[in-house]
C-alpha cells in the first residue's frame, strides 16, 4: 500500500519555525518529484515548492521563497520543508505529494498536517 504521512505540524508564533517531514513507503519515491502543497481556510490548494528526484531542480511559490526550503533524503525516502519566519497567512494543512517520472500531475497524496501560525 502506497503511503506517504506528513508531521511536524502545529502551532507557531508568527516569526517562528517549523520543519515538516514525509515519509513514503509502498514503492520506491527515488525517481519521483516530490512537492508541498498547501489549503488554507477557504481557499483552494496552492502549490508551495517541489523537488526533482536528483534535488537538482527545485521551485518554490513566490509567497515562500526565501523562507522555506524543501529537500530529499531517497535512502530514507523522505522529503522534508524547512519553514522559516513564519507568517499568519501561512496557516494552512499542509500535503505532500509524489509525482511520477513522465507523470504530468502528482497522483499520491498525503493526508496532511496542519500549521496554524499565531500573531
Known amino acids: 500500500q502506497v503511503q506517504l504521512v506528513e508531521s511536524g505540524g502545529g502551532l507557531v508564533q508568527a516569526g517562528g519555525s517549523l520543519r515538516l517531514s514525509c515519509a513514503a513507503s509502498g514503492r520506491a519515491f527515488s525517481r519521483d518529484t516530490m512537492g508541498w502543497f498547501r489549503r488554507a481556510p477557504g481557499k483552494e490548494r496552492e502549490f508551495v515548492a517541489s523537488i526533482s528526484w536528483s534535488g537538482g531542480n527545485i521551485n518554490y511559490a513566490d509567497s515562500v521563497k526565501r523562507r522555506f526550503t524543501i529537500s530529499r533524503d531517497n535512502a530514507k525516502n523522505a522529503v522534508y520543508l524547512q519553514m522559516n519566519s513564519l507568517k499568519p497567512e501561512d496557516t494552512a494543512v499542509y500535503y505532500c505529494?509524489?509525482?511520477?517520472?513522465?507523470?504530468?500531475?502528482?497522483?499520491?497524496w498525503g493526508q496532511g498536517t496542519q500549521v496554524t501560525v499565531s500573531s
Open positions: 505529494a509524489a509525482r511520477r517520472l513522465a507523470v504530468s500531475s502528482y497522483d499520491y
